[in-house]
Each structure stands twice: as C-alpha cells, then as structure tokens.
C-alpha cells in the first residue's frame, strides 16, 4: 500500500534526474512526499511559493517562456478553483508547457472538510481547450506519469489523492501515455470503466460480478482528458453496456464523458457511481468513501442493473 502522491514523488525526481530544466513550484508544502525527494536533491530547481497559489500559476507561466518545464504542487482545491483565472488565461490559452499537480483530490482531505476537499477539479480541466487531465490509480502509474506529463508540450493537470492504495497489478510501460488507458479485467458483460481510486473498487466488484455469472471487463481510464477512445468503444460493443465509478462529482468528471463518447459512437445503456452532485464533509477517507457510496458495492449493483438493460 503506497500513495499516488509518493509514487508521482519518486517519479519527479527520476525525471529531475534526466532533464534539468524540470522545475519545481510548490504552495508551501514543506515536507510533503510528493515534493521531499525532488526538493532534497535538486534545492537550486525547488521555488517555494508560499501560499499563493494564483501567483505560482503565473510563475510557472513565465519559467514556461523561458524554456523551463514548471511543475506546480498544492491542493486540488485551491490550485484548481482559487487559481482557475491564471490557468485558464495565462497557461491553457497560449497552450503554455507546464504540469499542475493537484494532492489531496477527490474527498481524501478527509477531516479538513469540504472547503480542502474537492470534487469538482476535474470538471474545471476538462472544460478548458488542450488541457491534458490525468488520473492515476496506484504508486507505480503515478509516478510513470510524472515523466510523461513532464514530456507534453502542453498544460497537463494531474490529479492525486492523499492516503495509500493498493498496487493494481505490473505496469506495461508501452500503455502508460496521454490519452492511454489499460484493461486490467478482460469480459464480456459489462464494461466498467474507472479512475484513481476507484479502480480497486472497481476490481473487487469484477471480482463479485463474476461469481453472479457476469463477466466484467475493468478499464483503468487515468487519461480523462483525452479519454483513451478506441479502448472503451472496443469493449462497450462487446459487453453493450457500461458503468463508470470515480471519485467525483457526477457532473462534469469521467462518467459525462463516456456517456458523450457513447452517445455518439455506440450508444449502450450507461450507469454512474460517483458523488451525487453534493459538497463533502469532515470524515475519515474511508468513512466519506462509504457515506458518499463509492465502494465495490455500489458498482456491484450498478453493474447488476445496467447488465439487465443491455441489447441482447
């Protein structure tokens, strides 16, 4: 069990190691995993910016011009929201080169309540014109991302979570790309495609599904933005049908867009295990993950569901 933030961590400084003119920017996370390596061994590339995360946008912007790869770290919440005019103008507009790194995403701020927690950053990426938006699901994705963002000649946002996870399985190198995805549960009757988080869930649910006679083919989608395509419609016209799980608001994250790329490539009946279109709460991770229904259990009976709606 190993977090997204320690493996995108080990990734940075891999990468650091290779390219030097990786910078990175930070919002005064001092000490965190996910800065600590590249921060210990490269201090002369490492820019704390205190707590302001609207102006290390715009640094990240002018290190970009200057030929620099910026790489931008703070809570989802407010380097997404609070600094959405600066990303938007100032970085996605000129299509500038820079990665943002957005930690404790989703509800794994856990006790520090709704105001850190934050289920509406992908939406607000993915609305903006060649943003990239990455979703890594265990240690080993993330920290191959951190390499991959860091190669885009474009803005890329990066969403990470705070607590360990499971490792889901060997990483094949070869799948690990923008606008990649990976088949981790291969089936015929439904497809359930999945990001961050939820793709343990999603595969423990495959794993019920199963003995209930129901095969499930399970899809790591951790490029949201642009959604590995080809891989999902593949599937969905084996299985006819399909349930997305993430741990996001249900508008405007990954289960709108593959009901979009169904609606007009291959329409199948589609089901949606996400929040509810509600704002978090003080809890424990895991207590938020039950009280908000994103569990193998509720993709288990979606899956049930949508299976039964299918076209034979």
């Known amino acids: 069990m190993r977090s997204t933030l320690s493996g995108f961590g080990e990734g940075l400084l891999g990468t650091g190691r290779k390219r030097n003119d ?93 105001t850190h927690q934050m289920n509406q950053d992908v939406a607000l990426m993915r609305s903006l014109p060649d943003m990239s938006v990455l979703v890594p699901s265990d240690y080993a994705s993330s920290s191959a991302m951190a390499g991959i963002a860091c190669g885009h000649p474009g803005p890329v946002y990066l ?14 190198e070869s799948e690990m790309r923008i606008g990649g995805g990976r088949a981790l549960v291969d089936g015929d009757g439904v497809t359930i495609c999945a990001c961050g988080i939820m793709v343990h869930e999603a ?61 007009s490539e291959n329409p199948v009946p589609v089901r949606f295990v996400a929040v509810s279109d509600r704002y978090g709460q003080s809890g424990t991770p895991s207590e938020l993950q039950e009280y908000y229904g994103l569990t193998f259990r509720e993709i288990v009976g979606e899956s049930a569901q949508v299976w039964s709606l299918r076209r034979r």
């Open 203 to 263: 595969m423990k649910a495959a794993a019920i599904l199963s003995q209930q006679g129901i095969n499930a083919e399970v899809i790591d989608c951790f490029s949201l933005k642009p959604l590995p395509s080809q891989l999902i419609l593949a599937s969905l016209r084996r299985t006819g049908c399909c349930v997305v799980a993430e741990e996001h608001n249900i508008i405007g994250g990954l289960g709108e867009a593959i009901a979009a790329l169904s609606a």
């Open 159 to 172: 969403r990470l979570g705070r607590d360990e996870v499971p490792d889901i399985g060997i990483l094949d």
């Open 22 to 114: 990786v910078v990175l920017l930070h919002a005064d996370m001092v000490d965190a995993e996910v800065i600590t390596p590249f921060s210990l061994e490269f201090p002369e590339r490492t820019i704390n910016c205190g707590v302001s995360e609207q102006d290390m946008v715009m640094t990240a912007a002018g290190l970009s011009l200057g030929g620099k790869i910026p790489v931008a770290v703070s809570y989802s919440a407010f380097l997404t929201a609070r600094s959405f005019d600066q990303i938007r103008t100032c970085l996605a507009i000129p299509g500038l080169q820079a990665v943002l790194v957005g930690t404790h995403s989703g509800l794994s701020a856990g006790e520090e309540g709704a």
